[in-house]
């Protein structure tokens, strides 16, 4: 079982259209993710189509301990694909365990007593901020992926997470490292959007992944009918960047366990 944290302290940077589309991809090609939304605001939760109803159990019964991972991951309607929603809940979850001497640690446990073959690949959606729920999900993960859009601030806000990063791996996930970072909303026409795709590639490298998301209409729509962009239109230009992403993600992991 893989666990990889979708984390950027910024907010609109496709975060969470990345976690969704990124396991469906996974599930299309045989694996058996899971989705753990970390995020109060809940938006994987809903752009899979799980109606707050039915969220009886989320991730904060898991992080306060009330409840076990399997117990609270819902089946969505992608074949393979299993959520652990979110509910509002989560917004009061740090002022319940920040005195706790295991408040960093809470998730990692979770996933610890979660049997190993239940899931092939846990993506966890982080909020939008570097608090102690980005911190949980950190300390549990293997490794870290980073959406980032290709607009003006993209690699001041990246050097934070990556500090940030760096913070966690000296002092509670020496393991911890970075998956990969996905360029997101690229707009070929747009000539900063092609500076930031160079100068991001320039400093960090083999770090970022071949695949760019474009931005396109139809990954946009998708939530809104509670749908990946896969189910809701397979051939558009994001579906099949995320299909593209799926197979790099998939290789890298390869390359980690062989080293």
């Known amino acids: 079982m893989r666990i990889i944290t979708v984390a950027n302290q910024k907010g609109g940077v ?145 050097s934070q997470l990556l500090q940030t990063v760096d913070q966690v791996r000296r002092t509670i996930n020496p393991d911890l490292s970075i998956q990969g970072i996905v360029l997101t909303m690229y707009d070929g026409r747009n000539n900063l959007a092609n500076q930031v795709v160079d100068d991001v590639r320039t400093h960090m490298g083999d770090t970022v992944y071949q695949t760019v998301i474009p931005r396109n209409v139809r990954v946009s729509e998708a939530p809104s009918y509670g749908k990946p962009a896969l189910l809701y239109d397979l051939k558009c230009a994001g579906s099949q960047a995320y299909l593209q992403l799926a197979s790099e993600v998939i290789r890298r992991e390869r390359q980690l366990q062989a080293a």
Request: charged share 15%; net charge negative; with cysteine.
């Open 14 to 158: 496709g975060k969470t259209t990345t976690a969704i589309n990124l396991a469906t991809a996974l599930a299309a090609i045989g694996e058996r993710p899971l989705i753990i939304d970390l995020d109060p605001q809940g938006n994987a939760s809903t752009g899979l189509g799980i109606e707050r109803s039915e969220r009886l159990l989320s991730s904060y019964d898991v992080v306060v301990g009330n409840a076990s991972i399997e117990q609270a991951a819902i089946a969505t309607a992608v074949p393979g694909l299993s959520i652990v929603p979110s509910t509002l809940d989560l917004l009061g979850v740090e002022m319940e365990i920040a005195s706790a001497p295991d408040r960093v640690s809470r998730l990692k446990r979770a996933l610890q007593l979660t049997p190993a073959n239940a899931f092939s690949y846990v993506l966890i959606d982080c909020p939008p901020s570097l608090n102690l729920l980005t911190l949980n999900s950190m300390a549990a993960a293997d490794s870290v992926l980073v959406p980032l859009q290709c607009e003006f601030f993209a690699l001041e806000g990246l």
